[in-house]
């Protein structure tokens, strides 16, 4: 466990040498979302292969840096691309940014990914506001961490997304004229999508979306207390009933369609927190 502090340290310390400093809004972008990058004005950017101790992308459709700029005058780091567990990566590694990002100064936690929607009122293309949700995936970021440097090792989940987060998306979306919606996400381990019985199963246990990232970081970020929210793109509907067979380009083609609305949400959403609101 030392092991991880101290990389955190030296990952931190080599970040902020590179001029990773003064931001207090961190961005995960998800899979075929990517161009909230295109609102930024970047200082800085690089490979997450540069970076001491970082894990590397994998996923092809997953640009793996991390950058540095300004959206709505206020100082941003985005992470393009992240970590996931059908990757090899365990849990520590997966989530291994999000202490960073903490470390770094980092005080509000954006997070998006593309979710396969098993609400029937889901379609392709919505936005949905994550208000709470169930993980399926086998480990926990939390295993082992008993040293007290790590904080509470019994971490409260009752409000994983922060309210005060997620009521500002809300506001903002209005003020957008975008359609957000809200719902329930599981977190399954993937890389395979579900059959019509799976899809049933999590639909009776109180999912509304299914993915296979995001939760990881959250139980993270509540055990640092960094607050987070979370914006899921409906990039296929998984009616049991009529299912129809689904290829990974379509799902990334979906998410790209989505992204500009979610990049604006997202855009004014830092703008609010920057006025304080």
Same mark, same amino acid.
Request: charged letters at 20%; aromatic letters at 6%; a negative charge.
């Given at each position: 466990?030392?092991?991880?502090?101290?990389? =955190? /340290?030296?990952?931190?310390? %080599?970040?902020?040498?590179?001029?990773?400093?003064?931001?207090?809004?961190g961005v995960v972008l998800g899979t075929g979302l990517g161009s909230f990058i295109?609102?930024?004005? =970047?200082?800085?950017?690089?490979?997450?292969?540069?970076?001491?101790n970082f894990p590397v992308a994998t996923v092809e459709f997953h640009k793996g840096q991390l950058i540095i700029g300004r959206v709505a005058g206020k100082k941003v780091i985005a992470m393009q691309g992240r970590f996931h567990f059908y990757e090899g990566y365990d849990m520590q590694q997966i989530t291994f940014p999000i202490r960073v990002l903490k470390?770094?100064?980092i005080q509000y936690l954006l997070l998006s990914n593309a979710a396969g929607g098993m609400n029937p009122v889901f379609k392709k293309g919505d936005l949905v506001m994550l208000d709470d949700h169930i993980n399926l995936l086998p480990e926990n970021p939390l295993r082992g961490l008993n040293d007290p440097a790590f904080g509470n090792r019994f971490v409260d989940m009752s409000q994983p997304y922060s309210s005060y987060l997620n009521n500002i998306l809300?506001?903002?979306?209005? !003020?957008?004229?975008?359609?957000? !919606?809200?719902g329930v %996400?599981?977190?399954?381990?993937?890389?395979n999508l579900e059959t019509r019985a799976e899809y049933r199963h999590l639909r /009776?246990?109180?999912a509304d979306m299914v993915g296979m990232s995001t939760v990881p970081e959250v139980i993270v970020a509540a055990h640092i207390g960094l607050a987070c929210a979370a914006v899921s793109v409906i990039t296929d509907e998984c009616d049991p009933d009529n299912l129809q067979a689904v290829d990974i380009s379509?799902? =990334?083609?979906?998410?790209? !369609?989505?992204?500009?609305?979610? /990049?604006?949400?997202?855009?004014?959403?830092?703008?609010?927190?920057?006025?304080?609101?």
């Open positions: 466990m030392e092991n991880i502090l101290q990389k =955190i /340290s030296e990952t931190s310390a %080599y970040l902020t040498q590179k001029g990773f400093i003064g931001a207090s809004t295109e609102l930024m004005e =970047i200082e800085q950017t690089i490979p997450y292969h540069d970076i001491p470390t770094l100064g809300v506001q903002t979306s209005g !003020k957008l004229e975008l359609e957000l !919606k809200q %996400y599981v977190s399954v381990m993937g890389p /009776s246990i109180g379509e799902i =990334i083609a979906v998410a790209r !369609k989505a992204d500009a609305k979610l /990049s604006r949400l997202f855009q004014d959403t830092i703008g609010a927190l920057a006025a304080g609101l």
